[in-house]
């Protein structure tokens, strides 16, 4: 018997094709130009010894099976793990699924400072170094009000470098009520301690007054601040301090006076009926000395720390080596100064920011549209999985920790189980699942897709006939 099965093995692995032989077959080329022939050799290595080891029938190893299933491992393997996504959640801001979205200007900046060679620190007009910041500061100070302006590559950058220039080994005064914890435990205490001074904080969790900062200040203070609670709301008995008077005390005491806006919008949102979010240019009016902000989140543009401020502070930061560290490239200076320009006429913003568009967008459109949708949904659900589609009003929220108790109202479809056998999570997985993945929420054991951001309907409706219902993984 045991002479038998050793034939049998022998017979198998002798039947097996040669690498030699299956990249001669027809098909072979095409693989080898879509991959490369080292990748190519190699998976079909990989395959050959699954064969010899898993006692595969003779009648089942054939060369352009074994080819088909070797171009359907590369193709896998080639697969980008940064992938595009239909951001179905109800969250315009999304941090998890990449938050702003940039405008098609941006896009295109972006793409001819990947491709050539550009003037990133080099000056044409006289032939000698340039400064990076030079292709946005004037922009950045157009909008804002302010002498200059400098980027690194996000907002936490920013405040931490501002605080290592202004005040390393001395103390900034904070509002207790202001030491937030931003996304991914990262704290204002934690970055003040990193960045190389000493937080004293003032006032109480929900009340601080102008004295109180006054009392504050010492030998040792090198500057009052202020860092917007973007993400939290505390109601009831509060005071806060006004930044005009903040603004103004700090200069008395011949201190700078900076602000962390965090999520700050270059424009007064109130104007196209959106909660109202304080601005850059209100800060330096009201006496900052410097101004942080970051670039990805309501202004719509690439990930980015803004500091924007009095030409003294400024050029301080751009000597510190701290600077070097955390500068941007040309491909987010290029895809920037694109966003930025299109903010020189709000309502042009409106329009081709995608992030202001979709926090403008109104609930009619929207629920327009997931009537448009309603009908294939009802008849590729009712077939997979005998599923209850329906137009739904829905609430969005802003996301990144802009105004949290601020929702816009919205609509978008609901799908709901109609045996035991598939549930909202089920539904939620073969959506994610999709060629282009459709992330929504589970809610109250209905799954949910809100439509807010939704541009390509077209693209939505043409994976429909792909969706495979499975058991969610646990």
Request: hydrophobic content about 45%; glycine content about 6%; overall charge neutral.
């Amino acid at each position: 018997m045991s002479a038998a099965f050793d034939a049998g093995t022998a017979d198998r692995r002798r039947a097996l094709p040669s690498i030699d032989r299956l990249l001669r077959h027809d098909s072979a080329q095409a693989l080898v130009d879509a991959h490369g022939r080292a990748p190519v050799v190699e998976m079909l290595r990989e395959m050959l010894q699954e064969h010899r080891t898993s006692g595969t029938p003779l009648a089942e190893i054939d060369d352009g099976a074994v080819l088909a299933s070797c171009a359907q491992r590369l193709a896998n393997e080639d697969r980008p793990s940064l992938r595009p996504v239909f951001n179905l959640s109800g969250t315009v801001l999304h941090t998890n699924l990449g938050r702003a979205c940039l405008p098609e200007a941006a896009a295109r900046a972006a793409l001819m400072a990947m491709t050539c060679a550009t003037n990133l620190e080099f000056d044409i007009e006289t032939g000698r170094r340039g400064e990076r910041d030079d292709h946005v500061e004037d922009l950045l100070c157009r909008l804002t009000g302010a002498e200059a302006a400098t980027v690194v590559n996000n907002n936490a950058s920013a405040v931490m470098l501002l605080l290592n220039t202004v005040a390393a080994r001395r103390e900034v005064v904070v509002s207790r009520g202001e030491l937030v914890e931003i996304g991914g435990a990262f704290r204002v205490p934690d970055v003040m301690q990193r960045a190389g001074c000493k937080l004293h904080e003032v006032g109480t969790t929900n009340r601080t007054h102008l004295r109180d900062y006054e009392a504050a200040f010492g030998p040792r203070t090198a500057a009052f601040m202020k860092v917007h609670a973007s993400n939290y709301v505390v109601e009831g008995f509060t005071a806060e301090v006004p930044q005009r008077e903040l603004g103004e005390l700090a200069r008395s005491k011949g201190i700078p006076f900076l602000i962390d806006l965090g999520s700050g919008s270059l424009i007064d949102l109130a104007m196209f009926g959106l909660p109202p979010e304080p601005t850059p240019r209100a800060a330096i009016a009201d006496g900052a000395g410097a101004v942080t902000f970051s670039g990805d989140k309501l202004l719509g543009g690439p990930q980015c720390g803004i500091i924007v401020g009095s030409r003294d502070l400024v050029k301080r930061m751009r000597a510190n080596p701290l600077k070097r560290a955390l500068r941007v490239d040309k491909i987010i200076l290029a895809a920037l100064e694109a966003t930025l320009r299109l903010y020189l006429d709000p309502e042009r913003a409106r329009r081709e920011v995608p992030t202001l568009r979709w926090l403008t967008r109104p609930r009619d459109d929207i629920r327009a549209q997931a009537l448009r949708l309603l009908p294939a949904f009802e008849a590729a659900l009712r077939e997979k999985a005998n599923a209850k589609v329906e137009v739904v009003d829905c609430m969005s929220q802003i996301g990144s920790g802009a105004r949290p108790v601020d929702l816009l109202p919205s609509a978008g479809l609901a799908i709901a189980p109609q045996d035991r056998q598939w549930s909202a999570a089920d539904f939620a997985a073969a959506f994610r699942a999709l060629p282009m993945p459709a992330i929504g929420r589970v809610h109250k054991g209905v799954f949910h897709l809100d439509l807010r951001c939704l541009d390509d309907e077209a693209a939505l409706l043409a994976q429909l006939p792909r969706l495979v219902m499975r058991k969610a993984a646990k």
